[in-house]
């Protein structure tokens, strides 16, 4: 994936801030490509960067008995990876893994630090992006409970689309049961049912959307309320 002639314009945080004060921000982000399954924290771990993400995605996973993990949040360009830290936290309570090999401006955690205290319009977009990062984990908490597998996996598929920018990506039968916390098995009846209908093809690990209008329409009402919510937040 190539990456924007204006990384910093390509993620929504970093392009609230005002030319001048992201100039002198800019020294201290540093460019980097993250690949597919890489982990950039683990729970309990120390976040030693954050990660703004230019045109990948990062999932956060909570793990329950230590061996099952659930996916509870996403995070593409609309925001940043490492919150914590704009909470005064230096510790993950999650593990934020590489979903989508992309593109990220990175920046230490002790830079980050500094520049956090001083920089009012990096406070504000953060602040802003934190509670639609709540409302998010929030949806998804409940839509893990009350709605069926084939609804949240459009919902899925439509989430990880918007933040890749892209309809084709690649994902695993064992990948996306971590994600969506369910058996392999139900991600093939699910994947299978949306494939009859024609609104993917799924093969060889590969995800291509089809018909975007219509897996909206299969899609759990999850999905527009996270997406309304996040469209008029940067309105
Ligand atoms: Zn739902």
Redesign the pocket.
């Known amino acids: 994936m190539r990456t924007p002639t204006n990384p910093t314009s390509a993620n929504h945080i970093l392009a609230t801030i005002p030319k001048k004060v992201l100039q002198t921000m800019q020294r201290n982000l540093n460019p980097v490509e993250l690949e597919y399954g890489q982990i950039l924290y683990e729970p309990e771990g120390e976040i030693s960067e954050v990660f703004f993400p230019i045109n990948c995605l990062v999932s956060l996973l909570t793990s329950v008995d230590k061996k099952r993990s659930l996916e509870v949040g996403m995070v593409g360009n609309e925001g940043m990876v490492g919150m914590p830290m704009a909470l005064g936290i230096r510790v993950s309570a999650v593990r934020a893994l590489v979903q989508g090999a992309g593109s990220v401006l990175a920046m230490s955690a002790a830079r980050f630090r500094a520049e956090f205290k001083m920089n009012i319009p990096l406070q504000h977009a953060l602040f802003r992006y934190n509670h639609l990062l709540m409302a998010q984990i929030s949806?998804?908490a409940?839509?893990?409970r009350?709605?069926e597998t084939g609804?949240?996996l459009a919902?899925w598929l439509l989430m990880t689309s918007d933040r890749l920018h892209s309809n084709d990506f690649r994902l695993t039968h064992e990948f996306l049961s971590h994600m969506l916390g369910i058996r392999r098995v139900g991600v093939t009846q699910a994947a299978g049912q949306l494939e009859r209908q024609k609104l993917i093809t799924y093969s060889r690990g590969h995800i291509t959307i089809l018909k975007r209008r219509a897996l909206e329409g299969a899609?759990?009402?999850?999905?527009r309320?996270v997406k309304d919510l996040q469209d008029s937040a940067q309105g």
């Open positions: 949806q998804t409940a839509c893990n009350f709605h609804p949240r919902r899609a759990c009402s999850c999905y309320i």
